[in-house]
């Protein structure tokens, strides 16, 4: 529970940050954003790894994932769990996009995305 509170919690300070356009914050976003980027399009391996975490956080293999994993809690008998589980990966995807629209903050374009 601990946990959970204090990971609510960097989020809603960030997005408010975010929200509010903290300089020192998009300061340190704009210079990882320039640093990390050109390093990334000349790393083919980065590339590959960037597409295969997007690849898995996409909703078809995550609700797959989430799937096995609340049928395996289901015969472990964690029901709790299982409905905790099943309730995070049904919310996520609206969580998310709320989070973006209260934000506002749109992605960066690059003249070589990845």
Known sequence: MVV???????VV??????????????????AV?????PWAVRTTWAVDVSRFLETIGRFRVSFWVATATVLV?????????ALGVALLAALAPWI???IKVVVGRAR???E???
Do not use: I, K, N, Y
Not at 4 to 10: D, I, M, N, P, Y
Not at 33 to 37: D, G, L, T
């Open 4 to 10: 959970a509170l204090v990971a609510t919690s960097v």
């Open 13 to 30: 300070l960030l997005g408010l940050a975010v929200a509010h356009a903290w300089s020192p914050l998009l300061r340190l976003d704009t």
């Open 33 to 37: 954003e320039e640093a990390v980027h």
């Open 73 to 81: 809690l289901l015969l472990l008998r964690r029901w709790r769990l």
């Open 96 to 98: 998310t996009d709320e």
């Open 108 to 110: 960066p374009v690059w």
């Open 112 to 114: 070589d995305p990845l």
